[in-house]
């Protein structure tokens, strides 16, 4: 017995010893530097306690990122889920052309989003496709382009985020579709329940599960957008997100103790975000 685990431990020493390495301990490090006045450029650093966490709730810059994150957060999240459902409804009927349909809305999820963010920066300026569209519809866009505005830069990479993210969550949608017995509806039809009520007493609650990691992925990754913000403004145009302040307290100013400090917040305010969806779809299954 002592044996077979020997050489288990064995066969899984390189994933442990990368989980150590790798993961593990800058992990625990950064947290340890996020209570350190640690600068890249200054040979010795001092523990300086919570002064760090102080500091960042008093800085302006670190709350306007916060304050630009969440806004990204709930102004993207329900559009995308609820725009994916629908288009999952929609292609997951019978017709001609479908596979294509599926195929052209999933492409803008495995496209790299340095590429996108590069055409939409084009399509977004002064003279660009989306620009010149909204001068023709009237809707009077900023003069210099959409992203050089306080007023819609941001506004603008969310509706990007939106039309590359929904491809991806449709298919995760189409795969919680396929598994809900067809039986239930045949059952339903036999019930006299219309397609509205299958909808939102078989469809939905069968979906539960599905959109719970859709929430909890999208966001994990709504609250770390960070390249779309790198490549389109580089966080100008009041578009600066808690990851791109840290990126930029990081590795632009060096100051390693006061960005882990920015992190370990950040990483809080996700787990609790993820903490209470899970808790709100769970109590919402009980009922």
């Known amino acids: 017995m002592n044996s077979r685990r020997a050489v288990g431990s064995l066969f899984a020493s390189p994933w442990i010893l990368t989980f150590l390495i790798f993961w593990l301990f800058p992990l625990l490090y950064s947290l340890y530097l996020g209570f350190t006045d640690y600068r890249l450029l200054r040979p010795s650093f001092h523990w300086v306690g919570f002064q760090n966490f102080a500091a960042l709730f008093s800085d302006s810059a670190f709350t306007e990122a916060l304050k630009n994150t969440f806004y990204f957060v709930l102004g993207t999240i329900p559009v995308t889920t609820i725009v994916a459902l629908l288009v999952a409804l929609l292609v997951e ?20 989003m340095v590429v996108i ?48 993210s929904v491809g991806y969550y449709m298919l995760l949608f189409l795969a919680g579709l396929k598994s809900i017995p067809e039986e239930l509806y045949e059952a339903a039809v036999v019930a006299g329940a219309g397609r509205t009520r299958q909808f939102f007493s078989i469809t939905l609650p069968l979906l539960k599960p599905v959109a719970l990691f859709i929430v909890v992925i999208n966001t994990i990754k709504s609250f770390q957008i960070f390249t779309e913000i790198f490549v389109m403004t580089g ?24 960005a882990s400090a920015a992190a370990y ?13 899970f808790g709100l779809f769970q109590q919402r299954s009980l009922q």
């Open 93 to 112: 009927k019978q017709f001609a052309g479908r596979t294509i349909f599926r195929s052209g809305y999933f492409m803008p999820s495995i496209t790299s």
């Open 117 to 164: 963010a590069l055409i939409f920066t084009n399509l977004y300026s002064r003279g660009g496709y989306i620009h010149i569209l909204a001068q023709i519809l009237g809707l009077g866009p900023p003069e210099n382009g959409f992203l050089l505005s306080n007023k819609t830069a941001l506004m603008a990479i969310m509706a990007m985020d939106i039309w590359m």
């Open 235 to 258: 966080g100008k145009s009041g578009t600066s997100t808690a990851v791109y302040f840290i990126y930029e307290t990081g590795l632009s100013r060096f100051e390693f103790g006061y």
């Open 265 to 277: 917040i950040l990483f809080l305010i996700i787990a609790v975000f993820s903490l209470a969806q």
